[in-house]
């Protein structure tokens, strides 16, 4: 069952997509602040998240940056086609203007969900790599192939299912704590280290780049 992240503060619009969703077979989750939002997020694991903008606390705009890794349709009455522009230039998947025609937002939300990678994927293909989950072997395009750990397989997953965008150091512990539980805040640097000496190994590149103060993203061969 997907599960959806409903981030408003006005309760008759929430009460009335909740209703909508769990409806269509979604099970759902409420924030009701921005402030909320971030303290429910790592909890609730959600396969895709409805973001207002004009939310107390943490605005949406400031939220945005923070759900990198999880499809965000920004459902809000601002009109602007800039705003529009910006959100979707700064990681926003779809946008909806309220009010909407609730049979369009379901549509879109379906969209967005058959679009977004599986978890349970045996296969993952990206930034010219192809990781196979069941044996835990990575290889590049004609360059040989190369096993991972558990921790190397669940970190790489998580960057593969989400290529070109940062990956926040707390999503990629929370994620992957389903796949392996060796893997700690003080930790996690050295197993990123190790993953990216073996891609290294193969694609005779960095493959995946450290962003300070925030987390890693996985590079394509035609990144600068």
């Not at 593969?160 to 796949?179: E, G, K």
């Not at 996690?188 to 890693?216: P, Y």
Request: proline content about 7%; charged content about 30%; hydrophobic content about 40%.
């Amino acid at each position: 069952m997907k599960h959806i992240l409903i981030i408003d503060d006005d309760a008759p619009i929430g009460d009335m997509l909740s209703e909508l969703l769990r409806r269509e077979g979604y099970r759902v989750s409420r924030a009701y602040s921005g402030t909320e939002a971030l303290l429910v997020l790592p909890k609730a694991r959600p396969d895709l998240v409805l973001l207002d903008l004009m939310l107390p606390g943490l605005s949406g705009e400031q939220v945005l940056p923070k759900l990198k890794g999880v499809p965000v349709i920004v459902v809000s009455a601002k009109v602007d086609t800039q705003d529009k522009v910006d959100l979707l230039l700064g990681g926003a998947a779809d946008y909806v203007t309220k009010p909407f025609d609730p049979k369009e937002l379901l549509a879109r939300i379906a969209v967005r969900l058959r679009e977004a990678p599986s978890p349970d994927a045996p296969r993952f293909s990206a930034a010219g790599l192809e990781l196979d989950v069941d044996t835990r072997t990575v290889s590049a395009e004609g360059e040989g192939s190369v096993r991972l750990t558990r921790t190397e397989c669940a970190i790489l997953k998580l960057l593969m299912a989400n290529p070109a965008q940062v990956v926040t150091r707390s999503l990629i512990l929370d994620r992957i704590s389903l796949d392996t539980p060796d893997c700690t805040e003080s930790s996690l640097k050295m197993h990123v280290s190790n993953l990216r000496k073996k891609l290294r190994e193969i694609t005779g590149r960095d493959c995946i780049e450290a962003v300070w103060g925030i987390g890693f993203r996985l590079r394509g061969p035609e990144d600068p």
